[in-house]
């Protein structure tokens, strides 16, 4: 089965830096990346997800880029504000239905 | 629209008694997941069902877990004679069609 690793476990950045979490998956027929973000006492929230066609996504301050031939993806965040502390979970999926496979989590903190 | 709902949201029960999770999905979406978070940890998957075919149990830690899914909709995690190590928040996903999965809030359970 799929196996999704996330790096790093810990982030700390000042305010208005870039924070960037990577991962990287085993299956090759992989093709839908989302990434979530969990804040205390809620369940993860989907924030941005890319799909196998395209390299790059961005919305507004967060981006998202893909390497196939890698096998990895990144989640990239600019001018970092103190309401992205949070955990940030990577996912993959082979698409239609099936199984969603997490990473293990990155907990951002953002020092104001 | 009404999100995933799980109750109870807190659960605190004795070492040995059975417990049951409810969670109650989005209209509609035929995946229905179940995760494990401990404290300070990532999502360890548990059980996912997808309309009627046969769930894939692969997670499910011990045959203490049980669960079930009511008419493609209602699903319910059992866990029998809890042990203090199944203290966790036990998180419900559900998606349509590998849609981004949306979860509820969780079950907080703490065996004493």
């Known amino acids: 089965g799929e196996n999704v690793e996330q790096h790093p476990s810990t982030l700390s950045v000042q305010e208005g830096d870039s924070a960037v979490i990577k991962c990287t998956y085993s299956?090759?027929?992989?093709?839908?990346f989302p990434w979530y973000k969990q804040e205390l006492g809620k369940g993860p929230q989907l924030i941005i997800d890319i799909r196998s066609n395209v390299g790059e996504k961005k919305d507004q301050r967060i981006a998202v880029t893909l390497n196939k031939t890698a096998k990895h993806f990144s989640l990239h965040i600019t001018e970092t504000q103190p309401e992205d502390s949070a955990v940030y979970f990577c996912?993959?999926?082979?698409?239609?239905?099936?199984?969603?496979?997490f990473g293990t989590g990155t907990k951002l903190q953002v020092i104001p | 629209g009404a999100g995933v709902s799980q109750s109870p949201s807190n659960k605190v029960t004795e070492k040995g008694k059975d417990v049951e999770l409810r969670c109650d999905p989005i209209s509609g979406h035929t995946a229905l997941y179940w995760y494990r978070q401990s404290l300070g940890q990532g999502l360890e998957f548990l059980i996912y069902?997808?309309?009627?075919?046969?769930?894939?149990k692969s997670g499910l830690p011990s045959d203490r877990f049980s669960a079930e899914r009511t008419g493609g909709s209602v699903s319910t995690l059992t866990i029998q004679r809890t042990q203090q190590e199944d203290s966790a928040v036990y998180l419900c996903?559900?998606?349509?069609?590998?849609?981004?999965?949306?979860f509820g809030n969780g079950t907080r359970l703490t065996v004493t």
């Open positions: 996903a559900s998606s349509f069609n590998n849609s981004p999965l949306h």
């Open positions: 299956d090759s027929a992989s093709n839908y």
């Open positions: 996912a993959a999926s082979m698409g239609g239905y099936q199984k969603v496979t």
């Open positions: 069902f997808q309309g009627n075919s046969a769930p894939d």
